[in-house]
C-alpha cells in the first residue's frame, strides 16, 4: 500500500514537472565532430563555424517540431582526426542523446564512427569524408554532401595526365589518402598515363626527403599527393629543394588557405581539388561568405558543406515534423533542395547526386579555380 | 648512384639536427643519470620561438641577418630560462629521489610544457618566415640548398663550440668532474647545483639552435613537434653512447643516415611488404638493438662512477 502511494506520487510529481518545460523551448541536440586539436584543427573550426552559421540562422527563425517550439544545440567534440578517439566520440555523442551528426572530417574517422551511429540509427552526415567506402558500408545513416573520392581521383588522375605521361604518386595511408590515390592511379591508367612509382607516409610526418629523392629517380612528371596540408605544404618545399620541377598535386585536404600560408612561394603553381563549385561559383556563395566573415573570418574549405549538412538535417527533421531518425531517415533520403553549394539530392548510398569536383592552381598566392567536372554547369 | 648520394646528403643534413638535440640529452644524463624527456619540448619552444619573433621583425621591416640573430637570441633566452627553471623546480627536488622518479617528472614536464605552447600559440602550424630565398646547388648529381649547408655549418659551429667549453674553460671541467662524481666534485669546491643549472642552460641553448634550424628547414613548427623529435634525439644518444659528447655527434648524425637510406630504400628491400611510411621505425629499432647488443653505445657509456 505505502509503496503504491509513494509510485503514485512520484508519477504525480512527473506529471506536474513536465507540462512546466512546455513554456521554454524543448532542446534538440545535434551533433559536430572535426578534428579541433592537432595539425587539421583549422579544418574542423572551420566545420563547426559553418554549422553553427546554420544552426543559429535556423534557430533565430523560432523553428517548431510537434507544435512545440524546438532550438537546435550544436553538441560539438573533437575527434582530433584519429580513428579511435573518433569512435570514443561517437559513443559518447550517442550516449547524450543526439539527433544526428555532422560530421567527421576525416573519412578515416567518418568511417568506424559510421558503425556506431548506424547501430543507433542516428543519420550521420559527413560534410568533408570523400573516401569511397564510407557510404558504401550497406549503411542507411550515411550520408555526405560533396563528391566521393571517386569521381575527385578520376578527375585528378585524368588532369595529372594531361600534365605529363609520368606521374609519381604518395599517400598518407589514411583511408582518405590511400582511397584518394587508389582513384588516381586508376583514373591515370584510364586517361593513358603510366604510374612511376608510389611512396608512402603518414599524416604525422613533416621530413619527405628520402621518398621525394627515390621518386626523383624515377623521373616524373608530376607528383600527386593524397593527404592533407600539413604535409603537403613541407612536401612542396622539400621538393623544390631537390630541384624537382615536377608539377605538384593533391586533393581537398590541400586545396585550403593553410597551405598557401605554410607553403609560401613554394606552393606556386600546386594544384589541388575540391569537391564541390568554388565559394566565389557557388549559388549561395557570395552571401555565406559575407556573412561567415563577420562572424568567423576566412573560410577554410569545409564551412559550406557544414552549413548546408546542418540546413539538410534540419529542414528534413522539420519536414518530418519529428526528430526521431525513423521518421526524418526517410525525409533526408528524400532531401532535394538548393543549397549554399548548389542542388542536394541524394543517390541511393547517400552519396551527393552529380557532385562537382573543381580543379585550383596556386597562382600568385591564391587558389584560381581552373577547371570544373561534372555537377551542373558552373554560371 | 646520385639517388644514394642524395639520401646521404639527406641523413647528413638530418643527423645534423639529430646530433644538435641529442647532444643536450646526452649532458644531462652523464650529469645527472636522467633521460630530459622534456629537452623535446625545449627544442619545440627554440622553434615556436624563433618564428615567433622572426615573423614579427620581418612584418616590421628589420634587415634580415638582424632579425635571425635576433630570433636566435631570443630563442636561446628562453630556452635557457625555461631549462634552468625545469631543472631548479622539476628536477633539484629530487636529487636524491629513487631514479623512477625525476623519468616520470620530466615526461610530466613534457605534457606541461606542450600543453603550455599549445595554450600560448594554439593548435596551428606556424610557418617560417621566406627569409632565406633557396639556392640549389648541384654536386655530382645531388642537390643541396643553401639552407640545408647552412644547418650543417650552423649545427658544426654549434659542436665545436661545446668541445671547447668542455674541454677547455673552468666550467667545462667542473662539468667533466661533477658528471664523474658529484659527491666528491663538490668537496674539490665545485658548487654542484651551479653546475647542473649550467648544463640545462648550455643543453637548452643547443636546442635553440636546433629549433630554429629545424623551422627554417621544414618551413613549419607547431606545439607537437618536439615528442617524436625528441625520442629519436635520444635514441641517437643512446647509439652513440649516452653520456658521451662525441657519442652523441656520432649517433646522431648515423641515426640521421641509416633514417634517410631506410625510408629511401625500405620499399625495395622488403619487396614492398613495409612502406616507406615505416621511415620513423628506424629510430626505435636501432635503440632496441643497441640495448639488447650493445647498451653502453658505440662510443661507451660515460656516467658517472659509483664506485
Given amino acids: 500500500m505505502r509503496s503504491k502511494l509513494l509510485i503514485a506520487c512520484i508519477l504525480g510529481a512527473s506529471y506536474w514537472t513536465a507540462p512546466a518545460g512546455a513554456a521554454d523551448p524543448a532542446t534538440v541536440k545535434i551533433g559536430c565532430v572535426a578534428p579541433l586539436t592537432g595539425p587539421q584543427a583549422h579544418l574542423g573550426k572551420d566545420i563547426e563555424n559553418g554549422a553553427r552559421l546554420a544552426v543559429d540562422a535556423i534557430n533565430a527563425t523560432h523553428p517548431t517540431l510537434g507544435g512545440q517550439p524546438v532550438q537546435f544545440v550544436l553538441q560539438v567534440e573533437d575527434d582530433a582526426a584519429d580513428p579511435k578517439t573518433a569512435t570514443v566520440v561517437a559513443q559518447k555523442l550517442v550516449d547524450e542523446g543526439v539527433k544526428g551528426v555532422v560530421g567527421h572530417l576525416n573519412s578515416g574517422a567518418s568511417i568506424p564512427a559510421s558503425r556506431i551511429y548506424a547501430d543507433n540509427d542516428i543519420p550521420q552526415i559527413s560534410p568533408a569524408s570523400t573516401a569511397v567506402a564510407y557510404t558504401h558500408q550497406g549503411f542507411k545513416t550515411t550520408y555526405r554532401v560533396m563528391a566521393n573520392d571517386s569521381q575527385q581521383g578520376q578527375a585528378l588522375g585524368k588532369y595529372a595526365t594531361k600534365l605529363g605521361k609520368r606521374v609519381a604518386v604518395i599517400d598518407d595511408r589514411t583511408a582518405y589518402g590511400q582511397g584518394l590515390i587508389d582513384e588516381v592511379v586508376k583514373g591515370v591508367a584510364a586517361a593513358g598515363g603510366e604510374v612511376v612509382g608510389r611512396e608512402y607516409t603518414t599524416d604525422k610526418s613533416t621530413d619527405f626527403t628520402a621518398i621525394l629523392t627515390s621518386l626523383k629517380s624515377k623521373k616524373p612528371d608530376v607528383v600527386v599527393f593524397g593527404g592533407m596540408d600539413p604535409q603537403a605544404a613541407p612536401m612542396i618545399r622539400q621538393l623544390r629543394t631537390l630541384g624537382m620541377k615536377t608539377a605538384f598535386m593533391g586533393g581537398d585536404g590541400m586545396q585550403s588557405a593553410e597551405f598557401l600560408k605554410l607553403a609560401g612561394p613554394a606552393g606556386e603553381g600546386a594544384i589541388g581539388s575540391s569537391p564541390g563549385l568554388p565559394l566565389a561559383k557557388m549559388p549561395g556563395g557570395a552571401d555565406f561568405r559575407k556573412r561567415f566573415n563577420e562572424r568567423f573570418g576566412k573560410v577554410q574549405i569545409y564551412a559550406p558543406f557544414a552549413h548546408d549538412a546542418a540546413v539538410v538535417m534540419i529542414q528534413a527533421m522539420l519536414r518530418a515534423d519529428s526528430t526521431e531518425p525513423e521518421k526524418y531517415l526517410p525525409e533526408l533520403a528524400k532531401t532535394r533542395i538548393d543549397g549554399v553549394i548548389g542542388p542536394i539530392a541524394f543517390d541511393d548510398k547517400g552519396d551527393l547526386k552529380d557532385g562537382p569536383v573543381t580543379l585550383y592552381q596556386v597562382k600568385k598566392g591564391h587558389w584560381e579555380p581552373v577547371e570544373t567536372v561534372g555537377g551542373q554547369a558552373a554560371k | ?307
Fill in chain 2, 1 to 307: 648512384m646520385d639517388v644514394l648520394l642524395q639520401q646521404l646528403v639527406n641523413g647528413l643534413i638530418l643527423g645534423s639536427l639529430y646530433a644538435l638535440v641529442a647532444l643536450g640529452y646526452t649532458m644531462v644524463y652523464g650529469i645527472l643519470e636522467l633521460i630530459n624527456f622534456a629537452h623535446g619540448e625545449i627544442v619545440m619552444l627554440g622553434a615556436m620561438v624563433s618564428v615567433t619573433v622572426l615573423g614579427l621583425l620581418v612584418a616590421a621591416g628589420v634587415p634580415v641577418p638582424l632579425a635571425l640573430a635576433v630570433a636566435l637570441a631570443a630563442a636561446v633566452l628562453v630556452c635557457m630560462a625555461t631549462g634552468v627553471l625545469v631543472e631548479r623546480v622539476a628536477y633539484r627536488p629530487l636529487r636524491n629521489a629513487p631514479r623512477l622518479a625525476p623519468l616520470i617528472t620530466a615526461i610530466g614536464v613534457s605534457i606541461v610544457l606542450q600543453n603550455l605552447a599549445m595554450i600560448i600559440w594554439g593548435r596551428q602550424y606556424l610557418s617560417f618566415p621566406p627569409v632565406l630565398a633557396p639556392h640549389v646547388y648541384e654536386w655530382h648529381g645531388a642537390t643541396v640548398s643553401n639552407v640545408q649547408l647552412l644547418i650543417v655549418a650552423v649545427a658544426a659551429l654549434t659542436m665545436g663550440a661545446l668541445l671547447l667549453l668542455v674541454q677547455r674553460t673552468r666550467l667545462g671541467r667542473a662539468m667533466r668532474a661533477t658528471a664523474q662524481h658529484r659527491e666528491v666534485a663538490g668537496l674539490m669546491g665545485v658548487d654542484v647545483n651551479r653546475v647542473i643549472a649550467a648544463t640545462f642552460a648550455v643543453g637548452s641553448a643547443l636546442a635553440a639552435v636546433a629549433g630554429l634550424l629545424i623551422a627554417a628547414y621544414y618551413g613549419i613548427a607547431h606545439y607537437n613537434m618536439g615528442f617524436l623529435l625528441g625520442l629519436k634525439a635520444f635514441s641517437a644518444a643512446v647509439l652513440g653512447g649516452i653520456g658521451n659528447i662525441p657519442g652523441a655527434l656520432l649517433g646522431g648524425l648515423l641515426l640521421g643516415v641509416i633514417e634517410s637510406l631506410g625510408a629511401g630504400y625500405i620499399g625495395d628491400l622488403t619487396g614492398g611488404f613495409l612502406g616507406s611510411h615505416y621511415q620513423d621505425i628506424f629510430a626505435f629499432f636501432i635503440l632496441i638493438l643497441v640495448l639488447v647488443f650493445r647498451p653502453s653505445g658505440l662510443l661507451g657509456e660515460r656516467v658517472a662512477d659509483r664506485a
